[in-house]
């Protein structure tokens, strides 16, 4: 399939023999519960992909990113998911550290470890919650002698186990009545820190999306990132990014594993000519409007028309998906279904796509007033 090997090569060129591990391993495995997945992602650079170069990332760009997240959504559903909540992270931190006045040597050692050592960043925002917006704190903090304590739980957490440190987002009020944003960066090693049992389902299981519980724990000052009071007026603009890169980079990851069964479909021949290239135009439908909405904040969309078209290729994207994977499984046939939990299993990984926030339900008033005029208001 043209469009997934385009996907397949971006893959390479940034993290040069990822695919081909990940592939000696058989699906089912790679989508296990103690898969090695992750692992094989660290060692091949993946957690670098969209830190600065001058942190000594890759410094990827929205198109190259899908891209790459497409290529590996389609080896492995759950690595393509559970990366998608480290580098919406990845994104939002950088972002307000170049709105920070100054970095502390803490703050600069987790941010130049992200690339050169393969931490993993776990989100303790709100993801998860399909009616509530995905940048509200997850977590409560309260000041403390030695900077913050933290009480909350985030369920599910992708990369629970594998993460290095749990971000948070708060905000946080100062003695003369002012608040900003902040980034906690909380080391997975802290007391206090918990993870739980909680994803029960086998799919996307090796995204270790478990519960992940703090009580008191401490932070010191020293791993907050805050916005200066000169910045406050960005805050939004940074989290429309975060909120950005979260529906992109996740409605790419389900593409990709649409994409591994029509690969399937169409290496095999199944059906006719005409339903293959019906099938084959469906999907290529869904990964235009990625690329095409990855294009545009490329070149800098950005604001309300952001947030905007990435939820409508979302969603568009989250029908065609559907349709495709129906009519796919249908051309595989009954045997491949039988004699195979992998058709099964890719299939039932793309309808995940729908319980990412925020539903179309929760969106729906927000979006019809924007697209009649008004101003997009997302609470």
Request: no cysteine; aromatic share 6%.
């Given at each position: 399939m043209r469009s997934l090997t385009v996907a397949r090569e971006t893959c390479e060129r940034f993290?040069?023999?990822?695919?081909?591990?990940?592939?000696?391993?058989?699906?089912?495995?790679?989508?296990?519960?103690?898969?090695?997945?992750?692992?094989?992602?660290?060692?091949?650079?993946?957690?670098?992909?969209?830190?600065?170069?001058?942190?000594?990332?890759?410094?990827a760009g929205p198109l190259d990113a899908v891209r790459v997240q497409r290529a590996i959504a389609s080896c492995s559903p759950s690595l393509g998911v559970a990366t998608t909540m480290h580098?919406?992270?990845?994104?939002?931190?950088?972002?307000?550290?170049?709105?920070?006045?100054?970095?502390?040597?803490?703050?600069l050692k987790v941010l130049t470890s992200v690339a050169a050592d393969g931490l993993l960043l776990a989100s303790g925002w709100a993801e998860g919650r399909t009616d509530q917006n995905i940048l509200a704190p997850a977590v409560v903090a309260e000041r403390s002698t030695a900077g913050y304590r933290v009480n909350g739980s985030k369920k599910p957490c992708s990369l629970s186990r594998s993460m290095d440190v749990l971000t948070a987002s708060v905000m946080v009020r100062d003695a003369d009545g002012t608040s900003g944003l902040a980034l906690m960066l909380i080391p997975a090693t802290s007391p206090g820190i918990e993870t739980r049992p909680f994803w029960a389902t086998p799919i996307l299981a090796a995204a270790q999306s478990d519960e992940v519980?703090?009580?008191?724990?401490?932070?010191?000052?020293?791993?907050?990132?805050?916005?200066?009071?000169?910045?406050?007026?960005?805050?939004?603009?940074?989290?429309?990014?975060?909120?950005?890169?979260?529906?992109?980079?996740?409605?790419?990851?389900?593409?990709?594993?649409?994409?591994?069964?029509?690969?399937?479909?169409?290496?095999?021949?199944?059906?006719?000519?005409?339903?293959?290239?019906?099938?084959?135009?469906?999907?290529?439908?869904?990964?235009?409007?990625?690329?095409?909405?990855?294009?545009?904040?490329?070149?800098?969309?950005?604001?309300?028309?952001?947030?905007?078209?990435?939820?409508?290729?979302?969603?568009?994207?989250?029908?065609?998906l559907t349709a495709t994977v129906d009519q796919a499984v249908e051309m595989l046939g009954g045997m491949a279904f039988i004699r195979s939990p992998e058709t099964a299993h890719l299939a039932s990984s793309v309808r995940a796509l729908a319980f990412h926030p925020p539903s179309r339900t929760s969106v729906a008033a927000e979006l019809a007033e924007y697209f009649a005029g008004g101003p997009l208001r997302l609470s």
């Open positions: 993290h040069p023999g990822l695919l081909t591990a990940l592939e000696e391993i058989p699906l089912m495995t790679r989508e296990a519960p103690d898969s090695p997945v992750v692992e094989l992602y660290r060692r091949h650079g993946g957690p670098g992909l969209l830190v600065p170069a001058s942190y000594g990332g890759r410094a580098h919406f992270t990845v994104a939002m931190l950088f972002r307000l550290a170049e709105a920070a006045e100054r970095l502390t040597p803490a703050q519980r703090l009580t008191d724990v401490e932070v010191p000052e020293d791993l907050v990132i805050r916005s200066t009071p000169e910045a406050h007026d960005r805050l939004d603009d940074l989290q429309t990014a975060g909120f950005s890169w979260f529906e992109l980079l996740a409605t790419s990851a389900y593409t990709g594993a649409a994409s591994a069964l029509v690969a399937q479909v169409l290496a095999a021949g199944r059906g006719s000519a005409h339903d293959r290239a019906a099938l084959a135009v469906r999907m290529d439908a869904a990964v235009g409007l990625v690329e095409g909405t990855a294009r545009a904040l490329a070149d800098g969309l950005d604001g309300d028309a952001a947030v905007a078209a990435v939820l409508t290729a979302r969603y568009a994207t989250q029908d065609l």
